[in-house]
């Protein structure tokens, strides 16, 4: 029987424990790092199916949303049609063809009229551009001295010889419809109306100078409201060298949505629109958000989309973050069935499909516990978790 060779302690040995310990610190900062960088290639280089899929595809694929049976479909169809039947109706009286074919039968032309066979096209009518002269109406007294004279025409500002209505198409083609003021100088001089990019330029902020009042007053509105949404996104501002880095926040009250221009990106933007208003702020996890979600102000809610998005990130290098994906999945799912019942029913609806399945609210707090545990160097997946480990239904926690 051998005896055991006695344990002794050295310089090689304990070089050699800790080489092996550099070597897995070493390897866990490769895995992240390489982690990091295929994060990013899915994101430069990705293609679009491979991004996160819209909530109603992801229910449609897990059996969730079933097809429309037959006269489902048929009304949908019909709710579709109904559009054209509001368009106004110009009648066109098609002439017939100057040569008539003779009758086989009888030999005689055709004469006698019959009731018109009727079709429809959808056509658009080209706007015009046009000069209005007003005529001003003038009287005056016996002796001349006193004239009176009918009101000018409507003018968005001194001596500015451009109608409000032009104004406003252009404000509308460049704020909804994203439309740059050369590409509608250009439009309008295909209609014979050769208008500069400056002039257009200078009707705009003459026309945004006379709703900056109107402006003021949603701000204050978005104030009043218990529940609000907001976001931000960077935009590159012009300078004379080259562009700079700004941003647009936007907060959806109801039915108020409120765009705020701001050179920075702190906390300071939505303190100016919130203020002290009490109510829940349903944003991400920027921490831009905390001047105004404290105790005194308003509750915080995550967004739903982008705690989703950030557990989609995290999917590819942690598989167990599906488990996150079904359970978000099953809030979407009861917003789509409460969709078209009104916003006191939705509400409603909501609560009742909360508290009657309350075993997510476990399973989203596991699956945060175990993945703080698992994961700390994931920055996605443990942001994601944190958003969805309030329960489901809670306040705040409506899809974004």
């Known amino acids: 029987m051998s005896e055991p060779v006695p344990s002794h302690q050295c310089e090689w040995q304990q070089a050699t424990v800790e080489l092996q310990t550099q070597l897995a610190d070493l390897k866990k900062q490769f895995a992240a790092q390489q982690e990091e960088v295929e994060a990013l290639k899915r994101r430069l280089y990705g293609k679009k199916s491979e991004k996160l899929p819209r909530p109603d595809d992801a229910l449609r694929k897990r059996g969730d949303i079933l097809p429309l049976d037959p006269e489902g479909l048929r009304k949908k169809r019909e709710d579709g049609r109904k559009w054209k039947d509001d368009l106004p109706v110009i009648d066109i009286v098609q002439a017939l063809p100057t040569e008539l074919p003779v009758c086989e039968l009888c030999g005689d032309v055709p004469h006698h009229p019959l009731p018109p066979k009727v079709s429809y096209t959808i056509e658009l009518v080209p706007a015009r551009v046009v000069r209005h002269r007003y005529l001003q109406p003038q009287v005056r007294c016996e002796c001349g001295h006193c004239i009176v004279c009918a009101p000018p025409p409507p003018r968005i500002g001194e001596k500015v010889q451009y109608g409000p209505r032009l104004a406003a198409s252009l404000i509308a083609a460049r704020c909804i419809d994203a439309v740059a003021i050369e590409r509608y100088a250009k439009q309008l001089k295909r209609m014979g109306v050769p208008i500069s990019a400056k002039t257009l330029n200078d009707l ?52 108020l949505v409120v765009y705020v221009f701001s050179p920075s990106r702190s906390g300071q933007t939505p303190l100016k629109v919130l203020g002290a208003s009490e109510g829940t702020l349903v944003v991400d996890a920027y921490t831009g958000y905390n001047a105004v979600t404290t105790p005194e102000g308003r509750d915080r809610g995550g967004c739903m989309s982008h705690g989703r998005r950030g557990v989609f990130d995290a999917k590819p290098s942690a598989p167990e973050m599906q488990v996150g994906l079904d359970l978000i999945l099953d809030v979407y799912k009861v ?66």
């Open 335 to 400: 917003e789509h069935k409460a969709k078209e019942l009104g916003d006191r029913r939705h509400r409603r609806a909501r609560r009742t499909a909360a508290h009657r399945e309350p075993a997510g609210d476990g399973q989203a707090q596991d699956l945060a516990a175990d993945t703080e545990r698992r994961t700390a160097t994931r920055e996605q997946s443990r942001q994601g978790c944190r958003v969805h480990a309030q329960p489901v239904g809670a306040p705040g926690t409506l899809p974004g």
């Open 204 to 255: 705009f902020h003459c026309g945004a100078e006379l709703l900056v009042r109107l402006y003021e007053l949603m701000v204050a509105q978005v104030r009043t409201h218990d529940l609000v949404l907001a976001d931000e996104t960077r935009v590159e501002v012009l300078e004379k060298v080259k562009t700079r880095r700004a941003w647009m926040w936007v907060f959806l009250a109801g039915e």
